[in-house]
């Protein structure tokens, strides 16, 4: 059991579902969820739970997360406040 290798996957899950938690955009939250399910399999494949990781990859990541960003994308969600924040700086 790599130690090293198992909290290093933890810390990227937790990074990334703070920065899932913390992005503006709903696609780049998604985005962020998707690589959670990612660093979480991994810390599950670490540990030696190979059933549990393979079925976060396939159900969380293929079914759930694809799902996600197909509804934000069908709902054609800009920002969180309802505005492109970056689309005003091109007149100045």
């Known amino acids: 059991l790599n130690m090293d290798l198992l909290f290093l996957a933890a810390s990227f899950a937790f990074i990334f579902s703070i920065f899932?938690?913390?992005s503006f955009s709903a696609h780049v939250a998604?985005?962020?969820?998707?690589?959670t399910f990612l660093a979480t399999g991994f810390v599950y494949y670490i540990?030696?739970?190979y059933y549990?990781?393979?079925m976060l990859f396939i159900v969380y990541v293929?079914?759930?997360?694809m799902l996600f960003i197909?509804?934000?994308m069908l709902l054609n969600l800009k920002s969180f406040f309802g505005y492109d924040r970056f689309k005003y700086y091109a007149y100045s």
């Open 70 to 72: 197909f509804c934000v």
């Open 52 to 54: 549990v990781s393979m």
């Open 30 to 35: 998604v985005y962020f969820i998707i690589l």
């Open 62 to 65: 293929g079914a759930v997360a």
């Open 47 to 49: 540990i030696g739970s």
């Open 20 to 22: 899932s938690m913390a």
